[in-house]
T-cell receptor
Framework: NAGVTQTPKFRVLKTGQSMTLLCAQDMNHEYMYWYRQDPGMGLRLIHY???????AKGEVPDGYNVSRLKKQNFLLGLESAAPSQTSVYFC????????????FGPGTRLTVL | DAKTTQPTSMDCAEGRAANLPCNHSTISGNEYVYWYRQIHSQGPQYIIH???NNETNEMASLIITEDRKSSTLILPHATLRDTAVYYC?????????????????FGTGTQLKVEL
């Protein structure tokens, strides 16, 4: 039981490049989330999903797209990376039932030059 | 969701109890208090949550005042591995897309440093 895994762990992009971050969970959770964390700050929600095939915008969605084609996977895409998207990205999942603890992955450290 | 106020940092001696306070004076009746922590560079980890009553699990205890305007997370015997940022989050449980997906709103938390 691996819990929540994220791929890749590190990545360096040039401005304008695109990439996809993959989040996978093996707990059969309905809800999945993508957060970003900038230095010295708390996590901010980018997008989330309450089930396969559904996605919704969070607090800071601009510049990102997501897809949830399979229940166990939640993909975060950057179509044209910008230096402002340099951050650590965390994925989380939850059952969607009380008490609804969120389980977090180890993070992806992204640098955009 | 109600706003929370936490001290920026705290120190604790190893083996002693760590008491982390959180003020949430605008909390409403259906909002829960959650605590998560984030050890350096790792993903946040759930610790405990409560509504009205005090709660205890294998990691910590949560004491909520009778008026619910503040709470305290207690780590009974802190170790060096408890050094982390601790987040107090107050929220209503709202499911589904229209309910916001039961998301968490993180502040800047309290940096707890446990020392020998």
């Amino acid at each position: 039981n691996a819990g929540v895994t994220q791929t890749p762990k590190f990545r360096v992009l040039k401005t304008g490049q695109s990439m996809t971050l993959l989040c996978a969970q093996d707990m059969n959770h309905e809800y999945m989330y993508w957060y970003r964390q900038d230095p010295g700050m708390g996590l901010r929600l980018i997008h989330y999903s309450v089930g396969e095939g559904t996605t919704a915008k969070g607090e800071v969605p601009d510049g990102y797209n997501v897809s949830r084609l399979k229940k166990q996977n939640f993909l975060l895409g950057l179509e044209s990376a910008a230096p402002s998207q340099t951050s650590v990205y965390f994925c989380a999942s939850a059952m969607g039932l009380a008490p609804d603890t969120q389980y977090f992955g180890p993070g992806t450290r992204l640098t955009v030059l | 969701d109600a706003k929370t106020t936490q001290p920026t940092s705290m120190d604790c001696a190893e083996g002693r109890a760590a008491n982390l306070p959180c003020n949430h004076s605008t909390i409403s009746g259906n909002e829960y208090v959650y605590w998560y922590r984030q050890i350096h560079s790792q993903g946040p980890q759930y610790i405990i949550h409560g509504l009205k009553n005090n709660e205890t699990n294998e990691m910590a205890s949560l004491i909520i005042t009778e008026d619910r305007k503040s709470s305290t997370l207690i780590l009974p015997h802190a170790t060096l591995r408890d050094t982390a940022v601790y987040y107090c989050i107050v929220r209503v449980t709202e499911y589904g897309v229209t309910g916001g997906g039961n998301k968490l709103t993180f502040g800047t938390g309290t940096q707890l440093k446990v020392e020998l």
